[in-house]
């Protein structure tokens, strides 16, 4: 257990939530390499995408199923977020404490300044409260699976600006 893991997990036990269990597993770096290992979970497995809006310190968390590729140009007008490029490890690094292949919307809790609002596609959005989501606990060598409605407890506690399609 690294230190971003365990700053989740003492939030966890702040906000009383105790139904989640961590699957330990070598190294993954994509959805797809999970699934090829045979590591996707049941339940929602998110591909976590980091955009910094150009010219700006905004950062958008683009989250989507990991089967589906991330339709930028349909959430671009839900998020006005212009002209985006893909953040740079070192500044993922900066924001969250994770680089790539590690990024969750966990390492939010790393994100002091609100810089980085939440997008979510429909597929997540949408989500029963009782659905799983699988999301890395701070290191990509392990999951975590939690439900949905525990997930955005979390966020609101951290402060997190979500905007979700509709």
């Known amino acids: 257990m690294n230190e971003l893991q365990?700053?989740?997990?003492?939030?966890?036990?702040?906000?009383?939530?105790?139904?989640?269990?961590?699957?330990?597993?070598?190294?993954?770096?994509t959805s797809e390499e999970a699934e090829k290992k045979?590591?996707?979970?049941?339940?929602?497995?998110?591909?976590?995408?980091?955009?910094?809006?150009?010219?700006?310190?905004?950062?958008?968390?683009v989250m989507s199923d990991w089967r589906r590729p991330a339709d930028l140009k349909a959430l671009k007008p839900l998020a006005v977020w212009g002209q985006v490029r893909f953040a740079r490890e070192e500044e993922m690094i900066e924001l969250t404490g994770v680089g790539a292949g590690a990024l969750s919307p966990l390492a939010l809790c790393r994100d002091r300044d609100h810089q980085i609002?939440?997008?979510?596609?429909?597929e997540i959005a949408?989500?029963?409260?009782?659905?799983?989501?699988?999301?890395?606990?701070?290191?990509?060598?392990?999951?975590?699976?939690?439900?949905?409605?525990?997930?955005?407890?979390?966020?609101?506690?951290?402060?997190?600006?979500?905007?979700?399609?509709?």
């Open 117 to 122: 609002t939440v997008v979510m596609a429909k």
């Open 6 to 29: 365990q700053e989740i997990l003492t939030i966890f036990e702040t906000l009383g939530l105790r139904d989640y269990t961590i699957t330990e597993h070598e190294a993954i770096y």
């Open 38 to 61: 045979g590591l996707i979970l049941e339940g929602i497995t998110p591909k976590n995408l980091l955009l910094r809006k150009k010219k700006t310190d905004r950062y958008f968390m």
């Open 126 to 166: 949408g989500a029963e409260s009782e659905t799983r989501i699988n999301v890395h606990p701070g290191r990509n060598t392990a999951t975590l699976s939690m439900w949905m409605c525990d997930l955005m407890r979390y966020l609101e506690h951290l402060g997190c600006s979500i905007i979700c399609e509709e």
